[in-house]
Structures are given as structure tokens and as C-alpha cells.
């Protein structure tokens, strides 16, 4: 037999939505504000960074990679990185 009910119930959800707001955007021609707390952008200040890898083995994307190499930057910070090395493995 027919499922009158679900039928009705399908109809009315359709005949609701009819009447809302769209939930999409037409993008790119139309864009979304992004809110204050935003954090889909990574910024990077390497006046902090000490190149202890954490934040690429946290980030849940793997969107940020860590590549070695030899630098003034490295040497400066050598103290700070045997501090920390053990603590993050």
C-alpha cells in the first residue's frame, strides 16, 4: 500500500523550502564573510618558530610539511630545539 503520510510529510518539507531563504552561495560571484575567529589560514612568524615539527604532526589536514635544511636560523635556536625534542617524541 501507499505511504500516504510520507508522501505528505515529503511535500510539505518541499512546500517549506520553497518559501526559505537559499542556503547555498552562488560562488565565486558571491562570497561568504569569514567570522573574527576565523583559522583556515596559517600564518607562519619565524621569529617564533623554533622548527620543532608540531604543528605538522598536529594539523588534522596535513596541510603544512616540514623540510630540513641548514641555516642561521637553526643554529640560533639549537638550545631551545634540545628542550623541546624529547618531549614532543
Not at 558571491?30 to 567570522?35: F, M, Q, S
Not at 575567529?37 to 620543532?52: A, E
Amino acid at each position: 500500500m501507499i505511504d500516504v503520510v510520507g508522501h505528505l510529510k515529503a511535500i510539505f518539507t518541499a512546500v517549506k523550502y520553497l518559501f526559505l531563504r537559499p542556503i547555498t552561495v552562488k560562488y565565486p560571484e558571491e562570497r561568504l564573510k569569514k567570522p573574527k575567529n576565523y583559522r583556515g589560514v596559517i600564518l607562519l612568524d619565524m621569529k617564533k618558530c623554533i622548527h620543532c615539527s608540531l604543528c605538522a604532526r598536529i594539523c588534522p589536514a596535513a596541510a603544512i610539511k616540514m623540510y630540513k635544511h641548514k641555516d642561521e636560523f637553526l643554529r640560533k635556536n639549537e638550545e631551545r630545539l634540545k628542550e623541546i625534542e624529547p618531549k614532543i617524541r
